[in-house]
Protein backbone atom coordinates (compact mmCIF):
# COMPACT_ATOMS: atom_id res chain seq x y z
CA UNK A 1 0.00 0.00 0.00
CA UNK A 2 2.72 2.09 -0.61
CA UNK A 3 1.78 3.65 -3.74
CA UNK A 4 -0.14 6.56 -4.21
CA UNK A 5 -3.16 4.55 -6.54
CA UNK A 6 -3.41 2.15 -4.05
CA UNK A 7 -3.76 4.96 -1.31
CA UNK A 8 -6.95 6.73 -3.60
CA UNK A 9 -8.19 3.28 -4.39
CA UNK A 10 -8.42 2.51 0.05
CA UNK A 11 -9.46 5.73 0.08
CA UNK A 12 -12.89 5.57 -1.61
CA UNK A 13 -13.95 2.18 -0.47
CA UNK A 14 -15.28 4.23 2.83
CA UNK A 15 -18.84 3.99 3.00
CA UNK A 16 -20.71 6.82 3.30
CA UNK A 17 -24.26 5.46 4.29
CA UNK A 18 -24.56 6.90 7.36
CA UNK A 19 -24.59 10.04 6.30
CA UNK A 20 -28.17 11.51 6.25
CA UNK A 21 -30.23 11.86 3.01
CA UNK A 22 -30.42 15.20 1.47
CA UNK A 23 -33.93 15.54 2.82
CA UNK A 24 -33.26 14.38 6.50
CA UNK A 25 -30.15 16.98 5.90
CA UNK A 26 -32.53 20.19 4.64
CA UNK A 27 -34.36 19.17 8.24
CA UNK A 28 -31.30 19.47 10.44
CA UNK A 29 -30.08 22.83 8.41
CA UNK A 30 -33.62 24.49 9.40
CA UNK A 31 -33.06 23.42 12.94
CA UNK A 32 -29.58 24.58 13.05
CA UNK A 33 -28.77 27.45 10.77
CA UNK A 34 -29.47 30.34 13.26
CA UNK A 35 -27.65 28.41 16.10
CA UNK A 36 -24.46 29.61 15.56
CA UNK A 37 -24.33 33.23 15.95
CA UNK A 38 -27.57 33.58 17.58
CA UNK A 39 -25.85 34.43 20.99
CA UNK A 40 -24.28 37.65 18.85
CA UNK A 41 -27.69 38.39 17.60
CA UNK A 42 -28.99 38.57 21.01
CA UNK A 43 -26.38 40.63 22.57
CA UNK A 44 -27.31 43.19 19.43
CA UNK A 45 -30.96 42.83 20.13
CA UNK A 46 -30.82 43.47 23.51
CA UNK A 47 -28.26 46.28 23.67
CA UNK A 48 -30.21 48.11 21.30
CA UNK A 49 -33.50 47.54 23.14
CA UNK A 50 -31.70 48.37 26.40
CA UNK A 51 -30.49 51.79 24.56
CA UNK A 52 -34.06 52.52 23.02
CA UNK A 53 -35.57 52.15 26.46
CA UNK A 54 -33.18 54.46 28.26
CA UNK A 55 -33.21 57.00 25.71
CA UNK A 56 -37.13 57.19 25.41
CA UNK A 57 -37.26 57.51 29.60
CA UNK A 58 -34.29 60.13 29.15
CA UNK A 59 -37.20 62.20 26.59
CA UNK A 60 -40.59 61.33 28.06
CA UNK A 61 -39.83 61.70 31.79
CA UNK A 62 -38.89 65.12 32.99
CA UNK A 63 -35.68 64.67 35.22
CA UNK A 64 -34.41 67.89 37.45
CA UNK A 65 -31.00 66.44 37.67
CA UNK A 66 -28.46 66.80 35.36
CA UNK A 67 -26.88 63.38 36.92
CA UNK A 68 -29.39 61.31 35.42
CA UNK A 69 -29.18 62.74 31.59
CA UNK A 70 -25.45 61.83 31.99
CA UNK A 71 -26.01 58.62 33.51
CA UNK A 72 -28.69 57.83 31.05
CA UNK A 73 -26.86 59.16 27.71
CA UNK A 74 -23.55 57.31 29.20
CA UNK A 75 -25.37 53.60 29.21
CA UNK A 76 -26.77 54.50 25.67
CA UNK A 77 -23.60 55.21 24.43
CA UNK A 78 -21.91 51.79 26.19
CA UNK A 79 -25.34 49.54 25.17
CA UNK A 80 -24.38 51.10 21.10
CA UNK A 81 -20.82 50.13 21.50
CA UNK A 82 -21.18 46.88 22.46
CA UNK A 83 -23.63 46.33 19.92
CA UNK A 84 -21.29 48.00 17.19
CA UNK A 85 -18.35 45.78 18.32
CA UNK A 86 -20.81 42.46 17.65
CA UNK A 87 -22.55 43.84 14.57
CA UNK A 88 -18.25 44.46 13.22
CA UNK A 89 -17.80 40.61 14.79
CA UNK A 90 -20.59 39.43 13.08
CA UNK A 91 -20.12 41.05 9.19
CA UNK A 92 -16.25 39.56 9.41
CA UNK A 93 -17.91 35.89 9.95
CA UNK A 94 -20.53 36.27 7.31
CA UNK A 95 -17.61 37.35 4.53
CA UNK A 96 -15.64 34.02 5.91
CA UNK A 97 -16.63 31.44 3.41
CA UNK A 98 -15.25 32.09 0.86
CA UNK A 99 -11.91 32.18 2.04
CA UNK A 100 -8.84 30.13 1.43
CA UNK A 101 -7.42 27.95 4.26
CA UNK A 102 -4.13 30.35 4.53
CA UNK A 103 -6.88 33.75 4.54
CA UNK A 104 -8.90 31.72 6.70
CA UNK A 105 -6.26 30.76 9.40
CA UNK A 106 -4.41 34.40 9.33
CA UNK A 107 -8.82 35.98 9.82
CA UNK A 108 -8.58 33.20 13.17
CA UNK A 109 -5.24 34.29 14.24
CA UNK A 110 -6.23 38.38 14.23
CA UNK A 111 -9.43 37.21 15.69
CA UNK A 112 -8.07 36.27 18.41
CA UNK A 113 -5.86 38.79 18.71
CA UNK A 114 -8.79 41.32 18.77
CA UNK A 115 -10.10 39.19 21.42
CA UNK A 116 -7.45 39.86 23.54
CA UNK A 117 -7.75 43.43 22.56
CA UNK A 118 -11.32 43.49 23.26
CA UNK A 119 -10.74 42.45 26.80
CA UNK A 120 -8.29 44.73 27.36
CA UNK A 121 -9.75 47.56 25.68
CA UNK A 122 -13.10 47.26 24.49
CA UNK A 123 -14.51 46.17 27.43
CA UNK A 124 -13.21 47.90 30.08
CA UNK A 125 -14.63 51.18 28.57
CA UNK A 126 -17.32 49.33 27.81
CA UNK A 127 -18.14 48.21 32.08
CA UNK A 128 -16.59 51.47 33.04
CA UNK A 129 -19.71 53.60 31.24
CA UNK A 130 -21.93 50.93 31.80
CA UNK A 131 -21.03 51.20 35.56
CA UNK A 132 -20.61 54.87 35.67
CA UNK A 133 -23.53 55.44 33.83
CA UNK A 134 -25.89 53.28 36.10
CA UNK A 135 -24.77 55.00 39.10
CA UNK A 136 -25.40 58.23 37.82
CA UNK A 137 -28.40 57.50 36.15
CA UNK A 138 -30.02 56.20 39.65
CA UNK A 139 -28.74 59.29 42.29
CA UNK A 140 -31.90 60.81 41.27
CA UNK A 141 -33.77 58.81 42.70
CA UNK A 142 -32.07 58.23 45.60
CA UNK A 143 -31.95 61.64 46.19
CA UNK A 144 -35.72 61.70 46.14
CA UNK A 145 -36.88 58.49 47.55
CA UNK A 146 -33.83 57.71 49.62
CA UNK A 147 -35.74 55.23 52.28
CA UNK A 148 -36.57 53.15 49.55
CA UNK A 149 -33.82 53.24 47.18
CA UNK A 150 -31.07 53.67 49.13
CA UNK A 151 -31.29 49.59 49.22
CA UNK A 152 -31.12 49.13 45.34
CA UNK A 153 -27.81 51.43 44.77
CA UNK A 154 -25.93 49.75 47.47
CA UNK A 155 -26.61 46.59 46.11
CA UNK A 156 -26.33 47.84 42.68
CA UNK A 157 -23.13 49.48 43.60
CA UNK A 158 -22.02 45.98 45.08
CA UNK A 159 -23.06 44.20 42.13
CA UNK A 160 -20.74 46.38 39.81
CA UNK A 161 -17.97 46.14 42.07
CA UNK A 162 -17.74 42.51 42.08
CA UNK A 163 -18.05 42.45 38.55
CA UNK A 164 -15.41 45.14 38.01
CA UNK A 165 -12.70 43.79 40.71
CA UNK A 166 -13.59 40.16 40.99
CA UNK A 167 -15.80 38.54 37.78
CA UNK A 168 -13.81 40.30 35.10
CA UNK A 169 -9.92 39.76 36.09
CA UNK A 170 -10.65 36.05 36.57
CA UNK A 171 -12.55 35.49 33.47
CA UNK A 172 -10.07 37.50 31.49
CA UNK A 173 -6.99 35.39 32.74
CA UNK A 174 -9.10 32.03 31.91
CA UNK A 175 -10.03 33.72 28.79
CA UNK A 176 -6.54 34.70 27.58
CA UNK A 177 -5.04 31.58 28.53
CA UNK A 178 -7.06 30.08 25.99
CA UNK A 179 -7.00 32.71 23.14
CA UNK A 180 -2.75 32.66 23.57
CA UNK A 181 -3.11 28.69 23.52
CA UNK A 182 -5.66 28.78 20.23
CA UNK A 183 -3.43 31.61 18.61
CA UNK A 184 -0.05 29.23 18.94
CA UNK A 185 -2.16 26.19 17.68
CA UNK A 186 -3.56 28.47 14.66
CA UNK A 187 0.01 30.07 14.14
CA UNK A 188 1.61 26.32 14.00
CA UNK A 189 -0.84 25.51 11.22
CA UNK A 190 -0.11 28.95 9.53
CA UNK A 191 3.84 27.40 9.69
CA UNK A 192 2.73 24.46 8.16
CA UNK A 193 1.41 25.92 5.14
CA UNK A 194 4.33 28.36 4.64
CA UNK B 1 -28.93 26.45 -11.45
CA UNK B 2 -27.91 23.42 -9.53
CA UNK B 3 -29.87 23.03 -6.50
CA UNK B 4 -28.87 21.91 -2.93
CA UNK B 5 -29.87 18.61 -3.67
CA UNK B 6 -27.83 18.02 -6.08
CA UNK B 7 -24.81 19.74 -4.16
CA UNK B 8 -25.83 17.88 -1.13
CA UNK B 9 -25.40 14.31 -3.02
CA UNK B 10 -22.51 14.94 -5.82
CA UNK B 11 -20.33 16.57 -2.56
CA UNK B 12 -21.51 15.07 0.69
CA UNK B 13 -19.19 11.89 0.09
CA UNK B 14 -16.26 13.14 -0.86
CA UNK B 15 -16.90 15.83 2.35
CA UNK B 16 -17.24 13.08 4.49
CA UNK B 17 -14.29 11.46 3.17
CA UNK B 18 -11.62 14.49 3.95
CA UNK B 19 -12.83 15.41 7.04
CA UNK B 20 -12.70 11.82 8.02
CA UNK B 21 -8.94 12.51 7.08
CA UNK B 22 -8.96 15.35 9.13
CA UNK B 23 -10.80 13.84 12.04
CA UNK B 24 -10.07 10.34 12.04
CA UNK B 25 -13.53 10.25 13.74
CA UNK B 26 -17.02 8.88 11.82
CA UNK B 27 -18.84 11.20 14.55
CA UNK B 28 -16.83 14.58 14.25
CA UNK B 29 -17.24 14.16 10.24
CA UNK B 30 -20.33 13.88 10.02
CA UNK B 31 -20.96 17.02 12.36
CA UNK B 32 -18.50 18.56 10.34
CA UNK B 33 -20.40 17.57 6.77
CA UNK B 34 -23.75 18.79 8.82
CA UNK B 35 -21.43 22.35 9.50
CA UNK B 36 -20.07 22.43 6.14
CA UNK B 37 -23.98 22.43 4.38
CA UNK B 38 -25.53 24.51 6.90
CA UNK B 39 -22.69 27.18 5.33
CA UNK B 40 -23.01 26.00 1.63
CA UNK B 41 -27.11 26.30 2.39
CA UNK B 42 -27.20 29.64 3.78
CA UNK B 43 -24.23 31.15 0.96
CA UNK B 44 -25.60 29.17 -1.90
CA UNK B 45 -28.28 32.31 -2.43
CA UNK B 46 -25.49 34.66 -2.93
CA UNK B 47 -23.07 32.25 -4.75
CA UNK B 48 -22.74 33.24 -8.31
CA UNK B 49 -19.48 31.31 -9.78
CA UNK B 50 -21.04 28.32 -10.64
CA UNK B 51 -17.88 26.39 -12.19
CA UNK B 52 -16.02 27.16 -9.12
CA UNK B 53 -18.61 25.51 -6.59
CA UNK B 54 -16.94 22.69 -5.66
CA UNK B 55 -13.68 24.55 -4.94
CA UNK B 56 -16.14 26.67 -2.38
CA UNK B 57 -17.48 23.99 -1.06
CA UNK B 58 -13.93 22.00 -0.04
CA UNK B 59 -13.02 25.86 1.36
CA UNK B 60 -15.96 25.74 3.65
CA UNK B 61 -15.31 22.30 4.71
CA UNK B 62 -11.51 22.49 5.34
CA UNK B 63 -12.02 25.76 7.26
CA UNK B 64 -14.48 23.93 9.56
CA UNK B 65 -11.74 21.38 10.03
CA UNK B 66 -9.48 23.58 10.88
CA UNK B 67 -12.23 26.40 12.77
CA UNK B 68 -12.25 23.32 15.29
CA UNK B 69 -9.09 24.33 16.37
CA UNK B 70 -9.88 27.59 16.76
CA UNK B 71 -12.45 26.35 19.15
CA UNK B 72 -9.83 24.58 21.05
CA UNK B 73 -11.40 21.34 20.22
CA UNK B 74 -8.88 19.26 20.18
CA UNK B 75 -8.97 16.94 16.89
CA UNK B 76 -7.81 13.47 18.00
CA UNK B 77 -5.18 13.13 15.52
CA UNK B 78 -3.70 9.82 15.41
CA UNK B 79 -4.22 8.65 18.93
CA UNK B 80 -7.36 7.46 18.94
CA UNK B 81 -8.27 4.71 16.82
CA UNK B 82 -10.56 5.04 13.58
CA UNK B 83 -13.86 3.84 14.28
CA UNK B 84 -14.77 1.12 12.05
CA UNK B 85 -15.31 -2.48 12.65
CA UNK B 86 -12.43 -4.24 14.63
CA UNK B 87 -9.52 -5.28 11.64
CA UNK B 88 -9.47 -8.54 10.28
CA UNK B 89 -5.96 -10.06 8.80
CA UNK B 90 -5.11 -8.33 5.67
CA UNK B 91 -8.81 -7.01 4.85
CA UNK B 92 -9.76 -4.15 3.58
CA UNK B 93 -11.31 -2.67 6.99
CA UNK B 94 -7.90 -3.15 8.44
CA UNK B 95 -5.68 -1.41 5.45
CA UNK B 96 -7.73 1.41 5.51
CA UNK B 97 -7.86 1.92 8.89
CA UNK B 98 -4.27 1.93 8.76
CA UNK B 99 -4.28 4.33 6.09
CA UNK B 100 -6.56 6.29 7.87
CA UNK B 101 -4.73 6.38 11.84
CA UNK B 102 -1.36 7.17 9.15
CA UNK B 103 -2.96 10.10 8.05
CA UNK B 104 -4.21 11.35 11.57
CA UNK B 105 -0.58 10.97 12.58
CA UNK B 106 0.48 13.61 9.75
CA UNK B 107 0.29 18.11 11.13
CA UNK B 108 -3.21 19.72 10.45
CA UNK B 109 -2.72 21.22 6.84
CA UNK B 110 -0.76 18.13 5.58
CA UNK B 111 -3.71 15.85 6.84
CA UNK B 112 -6.14 18.26 4.55
CA UNK B 113 -3.58 18.50 1.79
CA UNK B 114 -3.40 14.59 1.24
CA UNK B 115 -7.11 14.06 1.69
CA UNK B 116 -8.06 16.38 -1.18
CA UNK B 117 -5.40 14.74 -3.28
CA UNK B 118 -6.45 11.22 -2.10
CA UNK B 119 -10.34 12.53 -2.97
CA UNK B 120 -8.95 12.87 -6.49
CA UNK B 121 -8.82 16.54 -6.38
CA UNK B 122 -6.80 18.39 -9.75
CA UNK B 123 -3.61 20.50 -7.25
CA UNK B 124 -4.51 23.79 -9.12
CA UNK B 125 -8.12 23.25 -6.99
CA UNK B 126 -5.91 21.84 -4.07
CA UNK B 127 -4.40 24.95 -4.28
CA UNK B 128 -6.74 27.14 -4.82
CA UNK B 129 -8.75 25.18 -1.55
CA UNK B 130 -5.34 25.86 0.53
CA UNK B 131 -4.15 29.02 -0.94
CA UNK B 132 -0.85 28.22 -1.84
CA UNK B 133 -0.01 28.18 -5.74
CA UNK B 134 -0.12 24.84 -7.47
CA UNK B 135 4.15 24.72 -7.39
CA UNK B 136 3.83 24.76 -3.69
CA UNK B 137 0.99 22.12 -3.55
CA UNK B 138 3.04 19.67 -6.02
CA UNK B 139 6.38 19.66 -3.58
CA UNK B 140 3.41 19.26 -0.41
CA UNK B 141 1.91 16.40 -1.68
CA UNK B 142 5.23 14.83 -2.97
CA UNK B 143 6.50 14.75 0.76
CA UNK B 144 3.86 14.05 2.45
CA UNK B 145 3.50 10.78 0.55
CA UNK B 146 7.01 10.04 1.65
CA UNK B 147 5.98 10.80 4.68
CA UNK B 148 2.77 8.52 4.36
CA UNK B 149 4.96 5.79 3.17
CA UNK B 150 7.13 5.91 6.03
CA UNK B 151 4.35 5.03 8.09
CA UNK B 152 2.53 2.87 7.11
CA UNK B 153 5.79 0.86 6.24
CA UNK B 154 6.08 1.13 9.94
CA UNK B 155 2.69 -0.16 10.29
CA UNK B 156 2.91 -3.44 8.35
CA UNK B 157 6.25 -3.90 10.19
CA UNK B 158 4.62 -3.80 13.24
CA UNK B 159 1.97 -5.55 12.92
Redesign the interface.
Known amino acids: ??N?DD??S?????T?D???S?TE??K??RK??RQ?LRNKWMVIVSCFMLACLVAAALLIVHFKMATTYIGGTLVVIASLLLAATNIRSLKRFYN??????????EF?AK??ENQIHYYQRTMVVIISLTACGWVLYMYELVYRYPVWCIVIYFIMTVYLGIMWFIVRPRAFKKDQQ?LN??RK??ES?LN??K | MITFEELYSRYSPQIFRVCLGYTNNEDQAQDLVQETFIAVWNGLPGFRNESQIGTWIFRIATNHCLRAVAKAKRMPGGELPFNLAAPVEESIEEKVSILYRCIGELAEAERIIISLELEGLPQSEIAGIVGLNSGNVRVKVHRIKEKLAIKLRAYEQFR
Open positions: MNLMKLWHTVTKLPSMLLIFRKLDDQDNLNFLITKKATRVIQL
